[in-house]
Nanobody, 122 residues
């Protein structure tokens, strides 16, 4: 069973930066496409970004130009560099393997990690 462990969140002022990490335990080899989701208080979990292959990245419009996804396959780790953070980025962030269906990305694993809290103050 794959376990996803997110880290790197925290409290930051608007305009600041954070780097999140997601380590996948219990799996060998590349996970294929990986992505990040987030859930703000009182809202449903939403897609943030996905990465498949070395060059293909898809970002939600709300984070384009500010967030960057990357991965280190030998370490089974995916990263999310978040710059120019806004208060509306405040949420719990989760990673998961993803699949693309009918133009939308969906999580592969039913079991999520604990997520990591990102809080952006104005």
């Amino acid at each position: 069973q794959v376990q996803l462990v997110e880290s790197g969140g925290g409290l930051v002022q608007a305009g600041g930066s954070l780097r999140l990490s997601c380590a996948a335990a219990g799996r060998s080899g590349s996970a294929g496409a990986m992505g990040w989701f987030r859930q703000a208080p009182g809202r449903e979990r939403e897609f943030v970004v996905a990465m498949s292959g070395a060059l293909t990245r898809d970002y939600a419009d709300s984070v384009k130009g500010r967030f960057t996804i990357s991965r280190d396959d030998p370490k089974n780790t995916v990263y999310l560099q978040m710059n120019a953070l806004k208060p509306e980025d405040t949420a719990v962030y989760y990673c998961n393997a993803v699949r693309l269906t009918s133009g939308d990305y969906y999580p592969v694993f039913n079991s999520w990690g604990q997520g990591v809290q990102v809080t952006v103050s104005s």
